[in-house]
């Protein structure tokens, strides 16, 4: 049930950018769209969110469209060391006052010598 | 600041066991949640605790129940352990609410294995 649609797979060669899309097209109003990467073995790393505006910080950038149905996250200057398996996330209304994040698949950005 | 960290990093346990694993959030942090990772399903969100008190919750059995105590560590439990029980377990601790939007830091997780 996951909200987010992602590719599965993409490359990118070293010292390139890579962006990584991220279709959200039922997020609500007041819903912040988050970007989490996960290196083999290790927990998520948190990369950066939004609601609206383009976003910017030391690790990476992210578009997020008017309609604010689908966003891109920019690694501008992707290395070795970016490769990783990048989650878009935005929560879901599980029943009640519940909320839940879900964080789908992802995509495994593969990066290339 | 220190991470958040899980103990412990690796267990191995045995159907119809059960398993308690810990977790202390970041100093300041008053939320932990805690996730479920498998290969076929992927991170799954099973609940979150805030100041003391279950927040949100996920759809899993009421095997997998939690706790926070009053210095917001958190423990997770597990009873009468499945082999599909077999995963990796994260927490993840933030200032305030997670579902509420506020940005979480995960620790590095705890692999059980189920035999």
């Known amino acids: ?113 | 600041k220190a991470g958040v960290t899980q103990t412990p990093r690796y267990l191995i346990k045995t159907r119809g066991q059960q398993v308690t694993l810990s977790c202390s959030p970041i100093s300041g942090h008053r939320s932990v949640s805690w996730y479920q990772q498998t290969p076929g399903q992927g991170l799954q969100f099973l609940f979150e605790y805030f100041s003391e008190t279950q927040r949100n919750k996920g759809n899993f059995p009421g095997r997998f129940s939690g706790r926070q105590f009053s210095n917001s560590r958190s423990e997770m439990n597990v009873s009468t352990l499945e082999l599909g029980d077999s995963a990796l377990y994260l927490c993840a601790s933030s200032p305030g609410l997670a579902t509420y939007g506020d940005t979480q830091y995960f620790g590095p997780g705890t692999r059980l294995t189920v035999l």
């Open chain 1, 1 to 113: 049930d996951a909200k987010t649609t992602q590719p599965t797979s993409m490359d990118c060669a070293e010292g390139r950018a890579a962006n990584l899309p991220c279709n959200h097209s039922t997020i609500s109003g007041n819903e912040y769209v988050y970007w989490y990467r996960q290196i083999h073995s290790q927990g998520p790393q948190y990369i950066i969110h939004g609601l609206k505006n383009n976003e910017t910080n030391e690790m990476a950038s992210l578009i997020i469209t008017e309609d604010r149905k689908s966003s891109t996250l920019i690694l501008p200057h992707a290395t070795l060391r970016d490769t990783a398996v990048y989650y878009c996330i935005v929560r879901v209304y599980s029943g009640g006052s519940n909320y839940k994040l879900t964080f789908g698949k992802g995509t495994l950005l593969t990066v290339n010598p």
